[in-house]
């Protein structure tokens, strides 16, 4: 698997989990201590991300980190 494929399908999950949760990215980039627009970045495959960023998301979802890296 390409290294942006996998950004791009881990992007989607958070997008997933973030709206299961009802939140919009600037909420979730409050919750995460992230800026919203990395938020959007992330969701959109079009960064890559450290293991720091992705545990802060996780912890602004209230879910496992492993949880956003399904079907990768």
Do not use: P, W, Y
């Not at 881990?10 to 627009?37: C, F, H, M, P, W």
């Not at 209230?62 to 079907?71: A, P, R």
């Amino acid at each position: 698997m390409k290294t942006e494929e996998a950004l791009s399908k881990i992007g989607l999950n958070v997008k997933k989990a973030r709206q299961k949760k009802g939140l919009t990215q600037e909420e979730l980039g409050e919750k995460s201590g992230l800026d919203s627009r990395h938020v959007g970045f992330i969701e959109r495959g079009e960064i890559n991300f450290t293991i720091k960023t992705i545990c802060k998301i996780a912890k602004g979802l209230n879910c496992l980190v492993h949880s956003l890296f399904e079907k990768i």
